[in-house]
Nanobody, 127 residues
Framework: QVQLVESGGGLVQAGGSLRLSCVASGRTRSSYNMGWFRQAPGKERDFVAAITWSGGSTYYGDSVKGRFTISRDGAKNTVNLQMNSLKPEDTAVYYC????????????????????WGQGTQVTVSS
């Protein structure tokens, strides 16, 4: 079994910043890609960003390009999402995800392609 635990959500004013983190534990394979999705009330879960095992390749959803940065720590079981210039429309529950898919991170943008999910952390941006 694989567990993903997110942290770092909260309330912030528009224009502010937040940093989310997610730690993977349990029976993981030797390598895996990680990413973030978000889901606003009444909407589908949307792709935010993804990063390869090595950290050498990243991919972002159009709505967060240039504002969000995904990274992985040296131990590689932790993925971070630095969110800058936050907007009210960024308000959502943010979910960490893990995939064993060998596809490039630029194509694993649908929920069906990810194998494990965290429980989510709320991010609220006030105007």
């Amino acid at each position: 079994q694989v567990q993903l635990v997110e942290s770092g959500g909260g309330l912030v004013q528009a224009g502010g910043s937040l940093r989310l983190s997610c730690v993977a534990s349990g029976r993981t394979r030797s390598s895996y890609n990680m990413g973030w999705f978000r889901q606003a009330p009444g909407k589908e879960r949307d792709f935010v960003a993804a990063i390869t095992w090595s950290g050498g390749s990243t991919y972002y959803g159009d709505s967060v390009k240039g504002r969000f940065t995904i990274s992985r720590d040296g131990a590689k079981n932790t993925v971070n999402l630095q969110m800058n210039s936050l907007k009210p429309e960024d308000t959502a529950v943010y979910y960490c995800a893990l995939t064993y898919s060998p596809a490039t991170v630029a194509v694993v943008t649908t929920t069906e392609q990810w194998d494990y999910w965290g429980q989510g952390t709320q991010v609220t941006v006030s105007s």
